[in-house]
């Protein structure tokens, strides 16, 4: 059997499909890299969103000006999901922390405790 990183010959075990942890290492990165640029500047952005709404909901609870937001660099079109509530409410998540939309130009910051 040979190495899948660098194709050399592998001693020992039979199951073994690397020659070294080098090779496991770099194997393994190039499987988990992101595919494309598309992609990974997509979860810079929500990696973005989310430390803002983290960092600016200190209390559990924030109501901030979209504006304060918009001027971190928050990307509103980028969020990870969307919980419509029975009484209508509708809340845009990333990853635990969501947001609303309220009226005169205001957000409502939450942090999902579940």
């Known amino acids: 059997m040979n190495c899948l990183e660098c194709g050399e010959k592998i001693i020992g075990r039979s199951d073994k499909k690397f020659c070294n942890d080098a090779c496991r290492n770099a194997y393994n990165n ?4 992101d595919s494309s640029n598309l992609m990974r500047n997509i ?16 209390e559990g609870k924030t109501k ?21 509530y029975k009484n209508g ?3 845009r998540f990333i990853y635990d922390y969501g947001y609303k939309l309220l009226d ?11």
């Open 30 to 33: 190039k499987q988990n890299k």
């Open 43 to 58: 979860n810079n952005k929500l990696r973005r969103n989310y430390r803002i709404l983290r960092e600016t909901n200190t």
């Open 64 to 84: 901030i000006l979209k504006s304060k937001l918009d001027g971190l660099g928050f990307d509103f079109d980028y969020f990870t999901n969307l919980k419509v």
């Open 89 to 91: 409410s509708e809340y």
């Open 104 to 114: 005169d130009d205001f957000i409502l910051i939450v942090k999902n405790q579940g």
